[in-house]
């Protein structure tokens, strides 16, 4: 396919620098529908390297194949699917561009917003929680229509790898460069690819080991709940020589919850899921059982309702995503269709890069919603001293956990 492709596209701005390239959020001229541009160096694909010269798994031509596949899967069906729909795959001499749906901010960056509005009575704590159960719900349906139906595994589930219309509530899965199909006679998922963002990882990655990647999926649900929930990760590595993962890991999540001052914000259902996530890989809850675990099934009714009156649900989503679009002003004025664009424009662009895979995640401050005496804080960048435990995760190790009677 040829770049003149692109001439059907109006590029707005750059969203933020991947490993390979970056994103850019654009228009279908002929559709009117917002999409998301994700460019990769063809010299660094062919050898694996991100731009900073490390070694990557990463592989853009392995998403547009996972995302037409999906795409195609659901493509006869009324339900809104939880991920970003594959639209159109060109390249050039250069570089590679997938071009897929616009599904919204992350839902890392929805939960910033979602905890401060929290801490300053614009939200209650109550609400919240009936918002995190709802989308934890969807996700999950979402990843086990991936395991059973696709028997693809996603391997890197993180917030920052879900987008969601705040409007309407609708999240998307994107960012399938790790992902894997199991299409196998034995339909075994014993996987030995070690990659996946630091923070998210389960004990057997870590350990690299061979493991089952339906599992890993389920433990990185598990650490995005805890975040949902309490603005903190539990652990910054599920390593026996981090002291919170073994106390977690030994089976002290309760007392953990009562020595952090977290209880308030872990429903008693959730707290029981965690439990059931937070253990080896032969102990773990599958994704099945979730699905019937008490704290995803009240949800389920809630997500059925959702999806009721899908046209005008689709035709409220699709308004309020350009909402959300032009809110913020655009950093590309010139709107051109080579491929300069996309790797060569001078204007600033205030997005991070995203992490590598050994790596915890360059992300912006998350402001957990609880004040903790057993957790001391030290802020390495500049914060806003108004609100209490704020800190870049990237520097979570500065949570120094303290187990005391």
Avoid at 79 to 86: L, R
Avoid at 315 to 325: C, G, N, P
């Amino acid at each position: 396919m040829e770049t003149r492709i692109l001439n059907d596209y109006v590029c707005f701005k750059r969203v933020a620098n991947t490993l390979q390239g970056q994103t850019i959020l654009a228009m279908n001229k002929k559709t009117k529908k917002l999409v998301v541009i994700k460019t990769a160096s063809r010299k660094l694909h062919k050898y694996n390297v991100a731009m900073n010269g490390e070694y990557i798994q990463e592989n853009i031509l392995r998403e547009a194949h996972i995302l037409q596949s999906l795409s195609k899967k659901i493509s006869n069906s009324s339900n809104n699917c939880g991920f970003v729909e594959f639209e159109r795959f060109v390249k050039d001499s250069e570089n590679y561009y997938l071009i897929e749906e616009y599904g919204g901010i992350d839902l890392y960056e929805f939960t910033d917003q979602q905890h401060f509005f929290v801490k300053h009575g614009k939200l209650s704590l109550k609400q919240w929680q009936l918002q995190i159960q709802y989308l934890i719900g969807l996700v999950i349906n979402t990843v086990r229509f991936f395991h059973h139906e696709c028997s693809l595994t996603h391997l890197d589930l993180s917030l920052e790898n879900i987008v969601i219309n705040p409007n309407t509530m609708n999240i998307k899965i994107c960012d399938f460069g790790l992902s894997l199909f199991f299409e196998n006679e034995q339909k075994s998922f014993i996987c030995n690819q070690y990659a996946g963002k630091t923070l998210y990882k389960s004990p057997e990655i870590i350990e690299k080991k061979p493991f089952d990647a339906r599992l890993a999926d389920v433990w990185a649900i598990g650490i995005m709940l805890f975040i949902l929930l309490t603005g903190i990760p539990p652990f910054e590595i599920a390593s026996s020589t981090n002291a919170r993962f073994q106390y977690i890991f030994n089976g002290n999540f309760n007392r953990f919850l009562k020595l952090c001052n977290l209880e308030d914000y872990v429903p008693k259902d959730a707290k029981d899921l965690l439990i059931r996530i937070f253990k080896p890989e032969t102990k773990r809850i599958t994704i099945e059982q979730m699905l019937s675990h008490p704290y995803v099934s009240k949800c389920n009714k809630l997500i059925i309702d959702s999806q009721k009156n899908d046209l005008e649900n689709k035709e409220k989503h699709w308004k309020s995503l350009w909402q959300l679009a032009i809110s913020q002003p655009s950093q590309i004025t010139t709107i051109k269709t080579s491929s300069s664009l996309f790797l060569n424009t001078t204007t600033k662009s205030t997005s991070k890069p995203k992490s590598s895979g050994s790596q915890l995640p360059i992300i912006s401050t998350l402001s957990p919603i609880a004040t903790s005496k057993t957790l001391s804080i030290s802020l390495s960048s500049p914060m806003s001293s108004s609100l209490p435990l704020t800190s870049s995760m990237s520097n979570i190790s500065d949570y120094n956990f303290q187990i005391s009677d």
